[in-house]
């Protein structure tokens, strides 16, 4: 045990962005996560990839808090995230809101059917956190989102309502919105599944952009190997709330060790 | 028969009733958009030691006659004038109708939307204000403006509590002059020709919000 750790910054020292401790999820008795260990370091991108149901968005949910731990722990920058200590022994109990709230702020997400603020413009809902959660001024605020649209290719949007875009125009505005948090962490779940096919290329162009031009770690959830291919670091190929294989994308993709990874490689075909 | 001249009479009388009727439908449509949100809120603060006593006093005034309750009010609360009386309690009845109504339009904002305010950190007040809330009476003007119509059609209840609006006037017009036809006649012209416009109006906004 380190005795000389420097308690004021442990998330700089932290080698771990996000740590999966022994996590078990179910729903009634369906198991979904079976005591997974997972760790994913600063800036890394990986990609979680299986057949539906095995688990790979659950891993999202969890750490967006959309869901809670049946058993486990899940870590964010080294200290856990979904329990805290409590009591004088420090004891681990499952988190309440003061504990996840300024946490969650450093994770963003983007999800399978976008999920935008159909009443508000595309400008508002860009808008929307980074004023009411992050407290900047309604001009900072619009500036940046600006800034956001244009990176996005969506800068003469600004003022539409997010019903009059296409699908893939719409995915583009939520991947402004979760960035205008700054995230350091940035989840992807599924984000070209529901749209047209000839619109998967432009969200995707626009996640090499986001992957290339910063330090962000990512997760993602998706079954475009090639965006995996080009994006990620490591490959997750999941089964059955479990790991089933990992490696880098050349490794997983080119050479599979496992007959399952291979089948569902030749399924997406 | 329909006497033209008591008619003539009855009209000012009439008319000066309907300002009474439609300022006991606004306030009291007020009470009940305002008091039927609080108590849909409420419902749904997930609080069982307020849930509970909520749901259950909104159950008992639901089924319970708004006439039986203008009659308790009076007597039980004394002090205040008729109108504000009056407003008080239809706008309450109703509240009990509109909490309902809310239900249904917060339900059927998409859990996704949650989900999306959770993504962005945003606090639970912000989230209902600027997110759920919208959407949701969005999706129920139409149900909030056929009961603004029903209200008004029940506002000559009121008259039990002497408050003078349209019905009230007719009838007292009708008593001392003998002419109810006429007075009566005219009073349920000036409710349709209210009533129905804004039906249409409701029913174009359905429309409108439908696609």
Redesign the interface.
């Known amino acids: 045990m380190p005795t000389d750790t420097v308690p004021e910054a442990p998330r700089a020292r932290a080698p771990e962005k996000v740590r999966f401790e022994g996590v078990t999820k179910r729903f009634g008795d369906h198991t979904v996560l079976d005591g997974l260990d997972l760790t994913v370091a600063p800036g890394e991108r990986v990609t979680l990839i299986g057949p539906s149901g095995s688990g790979k968005t659950t891993i999202l949910r969890l750490l967006m808090t959309l869901e809670r731990v049946t058993d486990g722990v899940v870590h964010l920058d080294g200290e856990p995230f979904s329990h805290m200590p409590a009591g004088p022994g420090g004891k681990l109990v499952p988190a309440d809101e003061r504990h996840l709230g300024p946490r969650r702020r450093r994770i963003g997400m983007v999800f399978q059917q976008f999920n935008l603020f159909p009443h508000m413009s595309v400008l508002a809902n860009v808008v929307e956190a980074p004023r009411h959660v992050l407290g900047l001024d309604a001009d900072e605020a619009a500036a940046r989102a600006r800034e956001l649209l244009a990176l996005v290719g969506l800068a003469g949007k600004a003022d539409a309502h997010p019903t009059r875009l296409s699908g893939g125009q719409q995915q583009r505005v939520a991947i402004a919105r979760a960035l205008a948090m700054r995230p350091d962490l940035l989840l992807l779940d599924e984000v070209t599944s529901a749209l047209d096919p000839e619109l998967v290329a432009e969200v995707l162009d626009v996640l090499r952009d986001v992957a290339d031009g910063t330090d962000i770690t990512l997760l993602c959830v998706t079954h475009e190997m090639g965006f995996a291919r080009d994006v990620s670091d490591r490959l997750l190929m999941f089964d059955r709330g479990r790991v089933l294989e990992a490696g880098t994308p050349d490794e997983l993709l080119d050479a599979p060790e496992h007959e399952r990874t291979r089948s569902f490689l030749r399924s997406l075909r | 028969m329909w006497d033209m001249d008591a008619a003539r009479d009855a009209l000012p009388v009439v008319l000066s009733g309907f300002g009474v009727t439609l300022l006991a439908t606004v306030l009291g449509f007020a009470v009940a958009v305002v008091a039927g949100l609080a108590v849909a809120l409420l419902l749904r603060s997930g609080r069982r030691w307020i849930a509970l006593p909520v749901g259950g006093l909104a159950a008992f005034v639901r089924s319970t006659p708004v006439m039986v309750q203008l009659f308790a009010a009076w007597v039980l609360v004394p002090g205040l004038d008729p109108l504000t009386l009056g407003v008080l309690v239809l706008g309450l009845h109703y509240a009990t109708y509109l909490s309902e109504v809310y239900r249904a339009g917060i339900d059927a904002v ?1 859990k ?2 949650w ?2 305010c ?6 639970r007040r ?1 989230t209902w204000r ?2 759920v809330l ?2 949701a009476v ?1 999706k129920v003007l139409p149900a909030l403006g056929n009961y603004a119509v029903s209200m008004f059609k029940e506002t000559p209840f009121l008259s039990v509590i002497t408050v003078n609006e349209m019905v009230h006037e007719a009838s007292a017009f009708g008593s001392t002059r003998f002419a109810y036809l006429e007075s009566f006649t005219l009073a349920a012209a000036v409710f349709l020709l209210a009533s129905w416009p804004t039906s249409l109006l409701v029913r174009r906004l359905e429309a409108r919000l439908a696609h």
């Not at chain 2, 959770?118 to 606090?123: F, G, N, V």
């Open positions: 998409p996704g939307q989900e999306a959770t993504a962005l950190s945003l606090p912000r600027a997110v919208p959407q969005r």
